[in-house]
């Protein structure tokens, strides 16, 4: 167990809709990252956060977005949902050091969405 | 911008056997990170082992090993004595200093024979 945890595990949407997807990073980890992962394929970057704020971005469109609460909690938010976004959303939590080395990522169970 | 390849979609080996995966990157930095994690089918993303590329000697992990070759952007994984519980897809990333996203490879599922 990493003591990166997400809500919900499984989620079924229709194309059109919106969905908020929820991590709750490691103790003592003020960093928190979002990966897309299609079936069959590898983690994709969607974004970061650092301290409450964005602090770098995937190739992802602007209905993709974010929060990062103080104590370090994250949410994905995606609107307009689309089919392609049927995928494992997987947040990774670490201790992130301004002008530093990140320490390792450590990943939660992640969100299965389901869009149709 | 980098990347990361896994050639091998698919492995299997022996159980109690020894099996190598292969991993190759890109990228112009000199100062980055390279991991292999594991997802079982459970989908948990585990962190297998860890190399700091201005680290000479190969990073070791009871059972796994890694082969880095800086020069030629190659990061290997092998897997010792495999056991039944090693059969997962194991991903290959790469991350360069600083506080920067993981960049990953496509993956080899690896599955393990008793």
């Known amino acids: 167990e990493t003591g990166v945890t997400q809500s919900p595990t499984h989620l079924i949407k229709t194309r059109g809709q919106q969905v908020t997807l929820r991590c709750s990073s490691q103790s003592g980890h003020n960093t928190v990252s979002w990966y897309q992962q299609a079936l069959g394929q590898g983690p994709q970057f969607i974004f970061q956060y650092y301290r409450e704020e964005e602090n770098g971005r995937g190739n992802f469109p602007p209905r993709f977005s974010g929060l990062q609460f103080p104590n370090y909690s994250s949410e994905l938010n995606v609107n307009a949902l689309e089919l392609d976004d049927s995928a494992l959303y997987l947040c990774a939590s670490s201790l992130g050091v301004a002008g530093g080395p990140q320490e390792t990522q450590y990943f939660g169970p992640g969100t299965r969405l389901l869009v149709l | 911008a980098q990347t990361v390849t896994q050639s091998q979609p698919e492995m299997s080996v022996q159980e109690a056997e020894t099996v190598t995966l292969s991993c190759t990157y890109d990228t112009s930095e000199s100062d980055y990170y390279l991991f292999w994690y594991k997802q079982p089918p459970s989908r948990q993303m585990i962190l297998v082992i860890r190399?700091?590329?201005?680290?000479?000697q190969n990073a070791t992990e009871n059972r796994f090993s890694v082969n880095f070759q800086k020069a030629a952007k190659s990061f290997s994984l092998k897997i010792s004595d495999s056991q039944l519980g090693d059969a997962a897809m194991y991903f290959c990333a790469y991350r360069r200093r600083g506080n920067t996203p993981l960049v990953f490879g496509k993956g080899t599922r690896l599955s393990v024979i008793a």
């Open positions: 190399q700091e590329a201005y680290k000479q």
